[in-house]
């Protein structure tokens, strides 16, 4: 049953299916918010996209464009390849606008098949055509390079909704209940990489309490671990708190590299963007 789902088709249907390495997945599918709560499960699809061989040509695409990561922590070797709405947004419309034409030139003219190819596998997971948003960033890739300041310590604990800082007036009307987020890794450390997600927290509740209430939260529910495998697609709502797992990377070569992005359901398509 792995790497087939249909986010937007049908609400209400949840199934589960077995990885060869023996994890069981809760595959749910939603319109909104509250299905997942409705589900009462989380919903993760996987899609092998990249064979090991494809992986690794793409890795090498972004050594090549070393030039062009912007560094994302001061001195410490986290970078992106392409603008990213959560990180550029903040910044000013000018500098995301700035960063995204840049980096999507770059992008798109290195790997036109990778999104292409994207698109396609999105698309037929989603069951509706999808589009790069136009006037934001492409997916782009998220580069963690060994660091021990990184040892350890996890991503920010987040619900994703880097589409506040996306302008939608120039798309046509978007459903905030139908969103997407998708990452492929490109490059895991040896010690394995992915994705951590607290189960049962309701978004809603999330955005609207403080800082020291979300710890509580976090505290409180239960915690899982999605590992990660090079190549192969996991596509989810974003809505379901979660962060980049805390990894060790031990070897000063190691690194984890992954292509990330988002998407909104607009009339019956899905717009993509970073
Ligand atoms: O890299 C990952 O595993 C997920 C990143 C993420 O949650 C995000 O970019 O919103
Ligand atoms: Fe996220």
């Given at each position: 049953m792995g790497g087939f789902c249909h986010i937007f088709k049908q609400s209400r249907f949840a199934f589960l299916y077995s990885r060869s390495d023996g994890l069981d997945l809760r595959v749910a599918v939603y319109y909104s918010r509250s299905m997942i709560n409705v589900a009462g499960g989380v919903e993760f699809c996987e899609i092998p996209m990249l064979s090991d061989a494809g992986a690794e040509d793409l890795a090498r695409g972004v050594h090549s464009l070393r030039a062009h990561w912007i560094p994302r922590a001061g001195a410490l070797p986290f970078f992106t390849l392409g603008a990213a709405a959560y990180l550029d947004g903040p910044l000013g419309g000018e500098v995301y606008r700035h960063r995204r034409e840049a980096g999507n030139g770059v992008l798109q003219g290195n790997f036109a098949e990778l999104y292409s190819e994207l698109s396609h596998i999105l698309s037929e997971t989603l069951g509706m055509p999808v589009e790069w948003h136009p006037a934001a960033a492409l997916p782009g890739f998220h580069i963690y390079q060994m660091h021990r300041?990184?040892?350890?310590?996890?991503?920010?604990?987040?619900?994703?909704?880097?589409?506040?800082?996306?302008?939608?007036?120039?798309?046509?009307?978007?459903?905030?209940?139908?969103?997407?987020?998708?990452?492929?890794?490109?490059?895991?450390?040896?010690?394995?990489?992915?994705?951590?997600?607290?189960?049962?927290?309701?978004?809603?509740?999330?955005?609207?309490?403080?800082?020291?209430?979300?710890?509580?939260?976090?505290?409180?529910?239960?915690?899982?671990?999605?590992?990660?495998?090079?190549?192969?697609?996991?596509?989810?709502?974003?809505?379901?708190?979660?962060?980049?797992?805390?990894?060790?990377?031990?070897?000063?070569?190691?690194?984890?590299?992954?292509?990330?992005?988002?998407?909104?359901?607009?009339?019956?398509?899905?717009?993509?963007?970073?």
């Open positions: 300041a990184f040892y350890g310590r996890g991503g920010s604990i987040h619900l994703d909704l880097q589409y506040d800082h996306v302008n939608w007036g120039i798309v046509g009307d978007p459903d905030f209940g139908s969103v997407i987020s998708f990452t492929l890794p490109v490059v895991l450390p040896a010690a394995g990489g992915g994705l951590r997600w607290w189960e049962g927290i309701d978004p809603d509740v999330w955005t609207a309490v403080s800082k020291p209430e979300r710890q509580r939260m976090i505290r409180e529910a239960p915690l899982h671990y999605l590992p990660y495998r090079v190549g192969t697609l996991v596509v989810h709502s974003g809505q379901i708190v979660h962060q980049i797992a805390p990894g060790q990377m031990l070897e000063s070569n190691e690194e984890r590299v992954t292509l990330q992005g988002h998407g909104i359901r607009v009339g019956d398509r899905v717009v993509c963007y970073w």
